[in-house]
């Protein structure tokens, strides 16, 4: 058991309790899976790329659903026009522009079908439980922990930076213009990030605040690790892919005669 899974036992100070949320992302950020290194260093293939941004597509496309349920719940107008922010990078202005459009000319530039990527009907199941699961958790905690369970938004950035420049190295079926996603998330998450560190720490100031808060930040964690561990089972040697999910073999949804649903 590390330092940051013994229960507190003390009440921390705002910075005590920052340390200890960043002492959390060190350990148990996706920045160390090992699907990620993997992606960041040349050495998936192009099925595998694919599948990691077929899955990650419904990540995204469930972001502001769970950031539309905590606006919901959040009483100040002040905190509610910065929370808009996100649904807007996420959602655009208008049809075509925003993240969730800006994923899909990365799956559009892998060669997936539009189709089959929006209809997420052939992601893995662990990819469908893990990104529920951060839905059910926003909307049925409290709103500390929901506003928390964002915090991983703290360390984005670097892994953002080291896996752009190392798939823009190695692979040639990715480009800056494919990748275009990240670029903005480079502002927009230490933006986001700030926002929720600030009210965390302003608000979490009892034990038991302060637990929920570093539980939350470990519950996230394990959401974004699920999501790689299932890529990794599924689609690197010797690979198990689940039945129904994308075998890499098609591009589009169409399912072939005689491929099990
Ligand atoms: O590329 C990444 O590694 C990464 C990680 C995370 C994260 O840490 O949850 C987010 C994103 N990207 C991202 O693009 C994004 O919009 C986002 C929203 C959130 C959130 O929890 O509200 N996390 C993340």
């Not at 899974?5 to 309790?17: F, H, I, K, T, Y």
């Not at 275009?180 to 926002?195: C, G, I």
């Not at 965390?200 to 996230?220: E, S, W």
Request: some cysteine.
């Amino acid at each position: 058991m590390s330092d940051i899974d013994a229960p507190l036992r003390e009440v921390l100070s705002p910075n005590e309790l920052e340390a200890r949320l960043r002492a959390i992302g060190e350990q148990r950020y996706h920045h160390r899976h090992p699907f990620q290194l993997m992606l960041q260093n040349g050495e998936l293939d192009r099925r595998q790329v694919s599948a990691w941004a077929l899955n990650r597509y419904y990540y995204q496309s469930m972001i502001p659903l769970k950031d539309g349920s905590l606006i919901g719940r959040l009483e100040e107008p002040a905190l509610r026009r910065e929370w808009r922010s996100r649904l807007e990078d996420h959602d655009g202005h208008a049809e075509g522009e925003g993240g969730i459009a800006r994923w899909l000319m990365l799956t559009d530039g892998l060669g997936l079908d539009r189709e089959m990527v929006i209809s997420t009907r052939r992601i893995l199941p662990a990819t469908r439980f893990a990104v529920e699961a951060y839905l059910h958790f926003v909307r049925e905690r409290s709103l500390l922990e929901a506003i928390a369970s964002s915090l991983t938004e703290l360390f984005s950035p670097m892994v953002i930076g080291q896996r752009v420049s190392g798939m823009l190295q190695h692979y040639d079926f990715v480009s800056a213009e494919t990748l275009a996603y990240f670029a903005p998330r480079l502002t927009q998450a230490p933006r986001d990030a700030e926002m929720a560190l600030d009210y965390v720490k302003r608000h979490a100031l009892r034990l038991d605040q302060q637990q929920a808060v570093l539980d939350a930040l470990i519950f996230k964690c394990q959401v974004l690790w699920t999501q790689l561990d299932a890529l990794q089972h599924a689609y690197v040697a010797p690979g198990q892919v689940p039945p129904g999910a994308w075998d890499g073999e098609t591009t589009g949804g169409r399912l072939q005669p005689g491929k099990a649903l």
